[in-house]
């Protein structure tokens, strides 16, 4: 890091436009939607694109803002993005010198530190910034750190960021994690593709996006592999390549528009869907009542059994792939609004996920919560237009939801949250019926184009 450049420690966060969704509730959505690039993959594909300086090309990226976050944080560490079309980026990583992920970046995005493990196995040292990201309860990166200092790395904690070191190459070791972390499986695989010698990781998270990232490191020419189902080995590299590589469909977005169409009583076909991505997902779907077909890339969903009786109540668990992904569950809670019975949902990996519940509470819901990782779903409960806040991205992209589902006007204020993790998540609604609008909200007091203070619509149904 160059010495000549000021450490900047003020915090200037640039302010995002707070938005709101207007959804008209009461359509069956019927049609044909394409699944985007997955979220969770790309992010961590932009971020192994550092660990050499050849040029990296990367397609089917979805067009999101934590996309565009990750994208401008690389181009101020200074490594060369490109966007040269629609879903396309191109990484080239040279001599990068400005090694400091800021408190900016980390503030939108927990995945900036997903950059902790591919800098410092280059360059041999980063600063970091604590991260931010969805307000969805305590998601410690101590495993992280503990992780690089297993591979030899040194590492301090002082005024909210992390100054990690390397003297020399970081050594192979075994790194164990106390419980399953995506991201901490991802940050140490990315720097032992580097280190010195032979690596262990367990358990290893087992999600399709942390093979998806596997694949594309055996493309850069690291030695990497899943040895086992939760075991993942890697034989370090002096130097990897550039590569191409195609990102996966998200199976969070899948599984968002296979609620969507059941709870609407509609007919949807999901497009490029990950059927094998979701087994447990849909086996839970099925056994509520939804029709649900998958044919290769094809999901095919029917909700005949809400026009005919009804969904059945079933109960929920989270859990690491190949379990029940934490991410769907806020959807699936919205689902149940509709089955007979008492549907009872354990949260096991986040402890305020359930939060949003006392939203859908206002929308007519018969729901408990019963402790921050328990909540019990009385139906089926007609819902109704209401006024709501969201405060996280897969709670805001539920809100839609439930929205569609009811009958009347809603309001979802803090509805861009959803443009973290959804492409064109309102155009996708409106092919299939939907009637929904978007509406930037100004400044209190600020007119909008009507000379009102109620806010500037830019899209309509």
Known sequence: MSDDRPFQWEFRPEPVPPETLTVEGGTPLRGTVPVSGAKNAALKLLAAATLTGERCRFTNVPEIDDVRVMADTLRDLGVVVDHPASNVYEVASGDVEWLFVPLEAAAKMRASFILLGPLLA????????????????????????????????????????????SPGRLRGSEVRFPFVSVMGTENA?????????????RPAAREPEVDDLIAFLQRMGAEVERTYPDTIEVEGRKRLRGADHHVIPDRIEAGTFVVAAAVTGGDVTLRGAPCDHLEAFLDVLRRAGVGVECRGDTIEVHGDALRDGGYRSVNVTTAPYPGFATDLQPPTCVLLTQATGTSRVHEAIFEDRLEFLGELRRMGADVTLEDPHHAAIVGPRPLHGAEVEVGDLRAGASMILAALAADGRTRIH???HINRGYENIERKFLDLGARIERVIDPSPGEPNAHGTAEGNAVTTS
Do not use: K, Q, W
Request: hydrophobic share 40%.
């Open 122 to 165: 280059r360059f041999g040292r980063v600063i970091i910034s604590n991260p931010g990201g969805d307000r969805i309860g305590r998601r410690p990166v101590n495993l992280h750190v503990d992780a690089m200092r297993a591979l030899s790395a040194e590492i301090e904690y002082r005024n909210g960021y992390y100054f990690a070191r």
């Open 189 to 201: 695989m990315l720097a032992a593709t580097l280190a010195e010698g032979h690596t262990v990781i």
């Open 414 to 416: 803090g509805s861009h």
